[in-house]
């Protein structure tokens, strides 16, 4: 620790090593990053072509494969098709029957071939098949479609076909590092491309089926011939092999695969993960796996049986190893040349910052003695370059700078003095400033809002009392006619109850005008609420307009604190809020979020907020005006929030709105755990006087 400790001294104190390190940080970082991103690029790459190149033979084997039981089907289809065939089918002559089945067997390398009836059994050829005449491959010959395909034989089938062929496919199980688990020890199933072709009559039915197959159990001859195709001399590079191996289920039963030297790896099985994503995914495999006793660059896929069945796998592959040497001696190739390049670059780096240390160091050196104060200077230096010249204008610098540097100090020190004192002074004029102009620009906003609902009670007490007095007349005239007309005034019924049901909003228009003349005779009774209930009990009572509107309330009811108010009252302003909102909500993905939390220990905070069309500036200042509205005609009469703003403040809270246009509004209450009535209007309009003067006296 000690010696990081000077070291790192060292070269955050001298410009030798600063030079020296961001010189060769470049070199020594970069360089590294790049070496580092060339190997892991260079595997992936060389990897990427090995799986690329095995997902192409892993192609060409399939196209073999399925070629291979395309050319035995032609097979057939040549000799159902030949003069002589027809001839001794038609004659039923046995004898010729059964000397062109052997021939076929033996030119065309089959297993088996047999002349069936189709219904199954058998006329020529070897075995009766058991339990063969039902599958699905035979059942489609014998309706006239030619077919080739993979079937699984069974023990008891093969020896039906040939008791040789069963002892043949016989294979015991070789414990292989890395396969799944199995308590099978033998393998005597069989995996047969079978083929089977229609022999169509003169009266054009089909009369028979020939039926053929090539056991693919130990037939060295058809994995070797698709290695030699895929594989081929030059394919590969010297030490690698290329191997073809058919399983039937996990179990290799023909392969070129060395178990070692001269001997095939007949018998072992396939590492559990191939099995688990080529048998029972059956998805394909390209990628490195195990093979046997060594690491191969390996290609998987299933064979899938006439029934759509997997039951077993074609693959192809080579050894690893080759490449995998190949590839790490390029890589250290790569590495050293990395190495030695850094090197080189190192140390022509080294040279060429020396013919700056020099210059750079003197200068470092006066700097310090300067600091001392000591006159010294850079003096006569050979370089001839910028860094020489810089040294040569450094000295008549510090010369210029001796000489005015005591002038500098004073009037530095007296500048920064007052600097000081003005910034002290300006600080707080400010502070002072934005201080009264908040308060006058809420004072104001309030005294407005007080001095409007102040004009409308004096208007509206004495035309209340006027109008109250012919509503009333009105309305019992209209109850006594309606009484004397009796069923006669059936025809007019409606419009009687119209002009009713008016008089009677003439009459809550009028009560709640009557609240801004005598707000003392509307005061509603005081009891400690809980804000929370409050607001779950006042959503009941909207959400009969999700008929009109589909909307969501989100809430997050946080407050604790119980403020005291007339609940009626504030349900009131609750539900004038909440109305507001969802009528302002788009006709679609509507929201309106609803928040109460506690206002420090002063009372509550309540907010109500929508996602609808917002307000500009304009209709923000006058949302509070009475009789004012932005629902336009027949919207609503513009009191709703006039009447909430007054019973809010008359319990001394307040009422705030915020809009954006086009992306929706909210309003906030204040409300107090034990509120003051709010000072009358004269007392608002003296505290406004009294902030004024206080501004006029900053000099604003």
């Keep these: 620790m000690t010696i990081v400790s000077h070291l790192s001294r060292t070269i955050s104190g001298s410009v030798r090593y600063k030079l020296l390190v961001l010189v060769l940080f470049p070199i020594l970082l970069v360089m590294p990053v790049a070496l580092a991103l060339a190997v892991y690029w260079g595997r992936d790459f060389t990897y990427d072509q090995l799986f690329i190149k095995v997902n192409t033979d892993l192609s060409v084997s399939h196209d073999v494969f399925d070629r291979k039981q395309r050319d035995f089907l032609g097979y057939l289809r040549s000799l159902a098709e030949s003069y002589a065939f027809r001839t001794a089918f038609r004659d039923d002559d046995g004898v010729a029957i059964r000397t062109l089945l052997r021939q076929v067997v033996s030119d065309r390398g089959l297993s088996y071939l047999a002349l069936r009836a189709p219904g199954g059994d058998v006329r020529y050829g070897g075995g009766h098949a058991v339990n063969l005449d039902g599958s699905a491959l035979f059942q489609s010959a014998a309706s006239g479609r030619p077919r080739a395909g993979i079937e699984i034989f069974t023990a008891e089938a093969l020896e039906d076909l040939s008791p040789s062929m069963a002892d043949g496919v016989r294979l015991a199980l070789i414990d292989t590092p890395r396969a799944r688990p199995t308590d099978r020890r033998v393998e005597d199933r069989g995996m047969m491309i079978r083929v089977a072709y229609p022999v169509i009559g003169a009266a054009g039915i089909v009369e028979g089926v020939l039926d053929g197959g090539v056991l693919l159990n130990n037939n060295f001859d058809f994995v070797d011939a698709i290695r030699d195709l895929v594989y081929g001399p030059g394919s590969l590079p010297a030490g690698s092999i290329g191997t073809v191996t058919v399983f039937l289920d996990d179990v290799r039963i023909s392969t070129n695969v060395p178990v070692r030297p001269g001997e095939r790896a007949l018998g072992t099985r396939v590492s559990n993960e191939v099995r688990t994503r080529v048998l029972d995914q059956g998805e394909t495999w390209i990628d490195r796996a195990f093979v046997v006793n060594d690491w191969y660059i390996s290609s998987y896929e299933p064979i899938v049986d006439v029934n759509g069945d997997r039951v077993g796998m074609l693959y192809a592959g080579f050894l690893e190893t080759p490449f995998r040497n190949a590839l790490w001696r390029a890589l250290a190739i790569l590495v050293l040349l990395f190495v030695v390049l850094m090197v080189l670059s190192a140390l022509v780096a080294v040279r060429g910052a020396k013919t700056i240390f020099k210059p750079i160091e003197a200068m470092s050196a006066v700097v310090r003695a300067t600091r001392t104060g000591e006159a010294r200077r850079v003096g006569a230096l050979r370089s001839r370059d910028e860094v020489g010249e810089l040294a040569r204008e450094f000295d ?104 009713i049901d008016q008089i009677y909003r003439i009459q809550d228009i009028i009560n709640n005008l009557l609240q801004y003349a005598r707000p003392d005779e509307y005061a509603g009774y005081l009891t400690d609420v809980d804000v929370n209930e409050l607001i779950l009990a006042t959503l009941k009572l909207v959400r009969h307009l999700r008929k009109e509107k589909a909307f969501t309330i989100d809430l997050s009811l946080e407050a604790a604190t119980r403020v005291r108010i007339s609940s009626h009252e504030l349900q009131q302003v609750l539900v004038n809020l909440l109305v507001n909102a969802i009528q302002a909500l788009p006709q679609s993905e509507g929201e309106v979020t609803v928040k109460s939390r506690d206002w420090e220990r002063r009372g509550v905070v309540i907010s109500v907020e929508d996602n609808g069309a917002g307000m500009d500036a304009d209709s923000l200042n006058r949302v509070f005006n009475p009789f004012y509205s932005t629902k336009g005609q027949g919207g609503g009469t513009g009191l709703g929030l006039s009447v909430s703003y007054g019973l809010i403040r008359r319990y001394g809270g307040n009422i705030k709105a915020d809009s954006t246009p086009g992306e929706g509004s909210r309003f906030t209450l204040w409300l107090l755990s034990e509120p003051d009535m709010i000072a009358d209007d004269q007392t608002i309009a003296e505290q406004l006087r009294s902030i004024e003067a206080d501004a006029r006296s900053l000099g604003l």
């Design 396 to 499: 008549a610098m510090l010369d210029l700078l001796q000489e005015r540097n005591r002038e500098i100090q004073t009037w530095a020190d007296q500048l920064e003095d007052k600097v000081a004192e003005r910034t002290a002074e300006l600080e707080q004029k400010n502070l002072d400033l934005r201080r009264t102009i908040a308060a006058l620009r809420d004072t104001r906003a309030q005294l407005v809002v007080a001095e409007k609902l102040a004009a409308l009670g004096e208007l509206t007490a004495g035309v209340a009392h006027e109008i109250n007095n012919p509503t009333q007349v009105m309305l019992g005239n209209l109850e006594v006619i309606e009484q004397q007309l009796g069923e006669s005034a059936e025809p007019v019924r409606d419009e009687i109850r119209l002009v």
